[in-house]
């Protein structure tokens, strides 16, 4: 993740934003997560769609292992 794009999330989760829906996240809805960046995200929903194709990459070898949808 680049420099920037990670101090604007650092930013939004000070603010308690989500940054995929820009909604206002309470303590208590944000997801658990050990990386604190994450915990700056409303649900799993909203934090799958922002990490979408980093998530994909991630899962690419996996799949291609398993011999399903190479």
Known sequence: MAESAQAQLLKLME???????????????RIDSA???DRGFCGLDCYTAYYEIELAERLRPAVRRSGHYA
């Open 15 to 29: 603010a308690g934003i989500c940054p995929e829906c820009g909604q206002l996240v309470p303590d208590t809805n």
């Open 35 to 37: 990386r604190k960046i």
